[in-house]
């Protein structure tokens, strides 16, 4: 009896929890082999900031107008000419008119250039203004570029008057000395933007030329007798 209890509890015990183990183990792994189904997400309507399939029209803005060169517009009177430029840092103030002997440029005024590929102020272009490098006209352009360069001159403010009755402003932001005569219009000829270009002599005679650069500011109207000054050149040969 002793034997056979035994054998129970040392062979058919341990046979039956090894049985009901496997048993277990088996119906566990069947249980972690079917998917995890995860709780599904809301239902609800993505947010827009995550998604948005169709989003609203952006508010739909007139059409700007693209700058038109000043050339274009039908305000400018084709026969708008410079007729007074003022440097008044240097006091520099002189009539401005067409050169009128060809062959030498008159004293007492400061003269535009007249060629197709240049401009006159506000038509988009180069206006070229020179004068003599003499007392009275341009002289002060010269005195200035020979200190530093010119640089006490980058900043300064030039007036154009025309005689449409008009004031135009620039700022001085280039001084080009010793350019040969030969080359002189090169860059002025190819500007496309409004640009002003006064000139005079480093020298007798005429080369080389010293060249001062300044980019356009403003317009504005201005008094008729302040834009259209009496001038009296001089033919000083």
């Known amino acids: 009896m002793t034997a056979f209890l035994d054998r129970i509890r040392t062979r058919i015990v341990p046979a039956l929890l090894t049985a009901l183990g496997v048993a277990f183990l088996a119906a566990g792994l069947l249980s972690f082999t079917n998917p995890v189904v995860a709780d599904p997400l809301p ?30 517009s039908p305000s400018i009177p084709a026969d708008r000419v410079a007729t ?23 004293c007492n005024v400061a003269m535009y250039y007249q060629d197709s590929r240049l401009g006159q102020p506000g038509e988009g272009r180069a206006t070229y203004i020179y004068a003599h490098a003499r007392k009275g006209m341009f002289l002060p352009l010269l005195t200035q570029s020979k200190v530093t360069n010119g640089n006490k001159m980058l900043g300064m ?67 008729h007798a302040e834009a259209n000054p009496v001038a009296k050149p001089v033919d000083c040969r």
């Open 157 to 223: 403010v030039v007036e154009v008057w025309t005689n449409d009755d008009q004031r135009f402003l620039y700022v001085i932001t280039e001084v080009r000395r010793h350019v040969p005569t030969t080359s002189a219009f090169i860059a002025p000829f190819a500007v496309k933007t409004e640009q002003l270009w006064l000139q005079t002599s480093e020298g007798v005679g005429t080369m080389p030329k010293l060249q001062v650069v300044a980019e356009f500011l403003s317009q504005e109207a201005a008094p």
């Open 43 to 72: 239902s609800a309507t993505p947010s827009p900031i995550a998604a948005a399939p169709t989003p609203s029209p952006l508010i739909t803005l007139p059409p700007i107008a693209s700058a038109a060169p000043p050339s274009a």
């Open 84 to 106: 007074r430029v003022r440097v008044a840092a240097l006091k520099i103030d002189l009539p401005v008119i067409g050169q009128p002997e060809v062959s030498y440029p008159a």
